[in-house]
């Protein structure tokens, strides 16, 4: 991402075209401290300095790294860090994410020579299942998850991941998700309360049976709670176990999602 050079000050609208962003996030951020313009105009309005423009780089760099806003601001606000500091920083976490990438990649080589891409649940039979998964499991679950999640890396992960895998491991994933899942509802019925220790562990041990299937972070976790509320069919899911078990699901995991950094109203998939 190449900086761009700024020699006088610039307006909202002006500052959005150049670095590629609307003005709506460019007063949300400022709205929130993340950014605030140096200047003002005659007229009162926002203008930004070569270093307000510089800032706003440092946040996208950041933001494509997949860090929150909240943490974002954090970093560049710590009063230890020098610019040199922040651009190794950046740099180490390209570095990792390009390892992870490299990783992905190898693992779709490894599908495409093994010819099929999209071995899952499906390889079992209809009878089977309906035993692991339960009588109102829908084959047709699968397509629209392909169509939801298709072209990410968490579909490639679990693609590879799960295409050996026999009824008995489907079985065991089952057995460990109800286990799981019952354990939420216990805790749902003594009132543990979103953002304590206790829920926190319950997150954690939630996030970690979506992650048999694909490295599932923080923010990915929150980005599919949002479906446990939105979608009846989750919503129905959670809330048999225990009436009001997903609105409490998904503040579990959203207070969680804070203690890791990542604030669940900004969260994507990432």
């Given at each position: 991402?190449?900086?761009?050079?700024?020699?006088?000050?610039?307006?909202?609208?002006?500052?959005?075209?150049?670095?590629?962003?609307?003005?709506?996030?460019?007063?949300?951020?400022?709205?929130?401290?993340?950014v605030r313009p140096g200047g003002r105009s005659w007229a009162g309005y926002r203008l930004y300095d070569a270093d307000d423009v510089a800032r706003i780089h440092r946040v996208l760099v950041y933001r494509e790294l997949g860090l929150a806003l909240a943490q974002i601001g954090g970093i560049l606000d710590d009063p230890?860090?020098?610019p040199r500091e922040h651009l190794q920083r950046q740099r180490t976490l390209l570095q990792q994410r390009i390892r992870r990438?490299?990783?992905?990649a190898l693992a779709v080589d490894e599908m495409i020579e093994r010819t099929d891409m999209d071995h899952?649940?499906?390889?079992?039979?209809?009878?089977?299942?309906?035993?692991?998964?339960?009588?109102?499991?829908?084959?047709?679950?699968?397509?629209?998850?392909?169509?939801?999640?298709?072209?990410t890396?968490?579909?490639?992960?679990?693609?590879?991941?799960?295409?050996?895998?026999?009824?008995?491991?489907?079985?065991?994933?089952?057995?460990?998700t109800d286990a799981v899942e019952a354990a939420l509802a216990e805790a749902f019925?003594?009132?543990?309360?979103?953002?304590?220790?206790?829920?926190?562990?319950?997150?954690?041990?939630?996030?970690?049976?979506?992650?048999?299937?694909?490295?599932?972070?923080?923010?990915?976790?929150v980005v599919l709670s949002r479906m446990y509320t939105e979608d009846p069919r989750f919503a129905a899911h959670y809330d048999e176990r225990a009436e009001g078990l997903a609105a409490w699901l998904r503040r579990v995991i959203e207070e969680n999602a804070r203690a890791h950094g990542v604030d669940p109203e900004s969260a994507v998939w990432q």
């Open positions: 991402m190449t900086e761009t050079p700024v020699h006088e000050d610039l307006t909202v609208g002006r500052v959005a075209d150049l670095v590629g962003v609307s003005v709506r996030t460019l007063h949300h951020w400022d709205a929130i401290g993340l230890s860090a020098d990438l490299e990783r992905t899952s649940s499906t390889d079992l039979s209809p009878e089977e299942q309906a035993r692991i998964f339960g009588t109102d499991w829908d084959p047709a679950y699968q397509d629209e998850a392909r169509e939801r999640w298709g072209g890396d968490a579909w490639t992960l679990a693609a590879a991941r799960t295409r050996d895998w026999d009824a008995a491991q489907w079985q065991e994933i089952k057995d460990e019925g003594r009132s543990v309360a979103p953002g304590g220790e206790e829920a926190n562990a319950l997150a954690a041990r939630h996030r970690a049976t979506i992650a048999r299937h694909y490295d599932c972070t923080p923010a990915m976790q």
